[in-house]
Nanobody, 119 residues
Framework: QVQLVESGGGAGQAGGLLRLSCAAS????????MAWYRQTPGKQREFVAA???????NYADSVKSRFTISRDTAKSTVFLQMNSLKPEDTAVYYC?????????????WGQGTQVTVSS
């Protein structure tokens, strides 16, 4: 079973920065896509950023130019660098990965890490 473990959340100030990490239990080249999502109470989980097997990246409009997704393949870890934080970035951030094994598509979530941004 694939495990994704997030770390790096916590409290930040508006205008400040935080970096989240997501460590996978197997090589990240096993995955089609790895991504970050976030969720606030009473709202649906929303897409933040993604990186594909080939290294292409994609961002939600709300974080474009402020957040950067990257990866360290040797450490099987994906990062989310969050700059110019805003109070509306406050949420639980989840790491996501999907893969195809023998024709079967599967997806995985981490346990989440809280990010709180104060004004």
């Amino acid at each position: 079973q694939v495990q994704l473990v997030e770390s790096g959340g916590g409290a930040g100030q508006a205008g400040g920065l935080l970096r989240l990490s997501c460590a996978a239990s197997e090589s990240i080249f096993s995955f089609n896509t790895m991504a970050w999502y976030r969720q606030t109470p009473g709202k649906q989980r929303e897409f933040v950023a993604a990186i594909t097997h080939g290294g292409s990246t994609n961002y939600a409009d709300s974080v474009k130019s402020r957040f950067t997704i990257s990866r360290d393949t040797a450490k099987s870890t994906v990062f989310l660098q969050m700059n110019s934080l805003k109070p509306e970035d406050t949420a639980v951030y989840y790491c996501y990965a999907d893969a195809t094994y023998g024709g079967s598509w599967r997806y995985y979530w981490g346990q989440g890490t809280q990010v709180t941004v104060s004004s």
